[in-house]
Nanobody
Framework: QVQLVESGGGLVQAGGSLRLSCVAS????????MGWFRQTPGKEREFVAS????????NYTDSVKGRFTISRDNAKSTVYLQMNSLKPEDTAVYYC????????????????????WGQGTQVTVSS
C-alpha cells in the first residue's frame, strides 16, 4: 500500500478557489493511477476526478467539469486538485486515493478500484 497525505483544505467563500495536494510515499509514483473523492456526512464517498500514470487520461464527475483540474508531478510524487468557482455543494471531506496500474491508459473512477487512501482534508464553502 501507499501512504498518502493530503493538504490544502480549508474554508472559502463561494466563488473562491483552493488547491489540494496529495503526496505519496511509494515510488515510483508513476506506477499509480491517482484519484480524488469526496464524502459528506451520511452519504457514500463519491468520485471527483482521476488521472492515469502519465496524465494523458483525465476523468471528472459532471458536477465539477470546467471548474476543477486534476494534475500530477511524478518527480514530486504529488497529485493536485485545483478547485475554482467553488460552490457550497462542494463542501465535503476530500480524499486522495492510489491504484497500482503501471502504464495503464485508463484512470479508474470507482472507489473499489483503489488500494490506498489518505486521511482526508476538509473543504468548506460558505455561501
Amino acid at each position: 500500500q501507499v501512504q498518502l497525505v493530503e493538504s490544502g483544505g480549508g474554508l472559502v467563500q463561494a466563488g473562491g478557489s483552493l488547491r489540494l495536494s496529495c503526496v505519496a510515499s511509494r515510488r515510483p509514483f508513476s506506477y499509480y493511477t491517482m484519484g480524488w473523492f469526496r464524502q459528506t456526512p451520511g452519504k457514500e464517498r463519491e468520485f471527483v476526478a482521476s488521472i492515469n500514470w502519465s496524465g494523458s487520461t483525465l476523468n471528472y464527475t459532471d458536477s465539477v467539469k470546467g471548474r476543477f483540474t486534476i494534475s500530477r508531478d511524478n518527480a514530486k510524487s504529488t497529485v493536485y486538485l485545483q478547485m475554482n468557482s467553488l460552490k457550497p455543494e462542494d463542501t465535503a471531506v476530500y480524499y486522495c486515493a492510489a491504484r497500482r496500474a503501471p502504464y495503464k491508459k485508463d484512470a479508474a473512477i470507482e472507489t473499489r478500484e483503489y488500494d490506498s487512501w489518505g486521511q482526508g482534508t476538509q473543504v468548506t464553502v460558505s455561501s
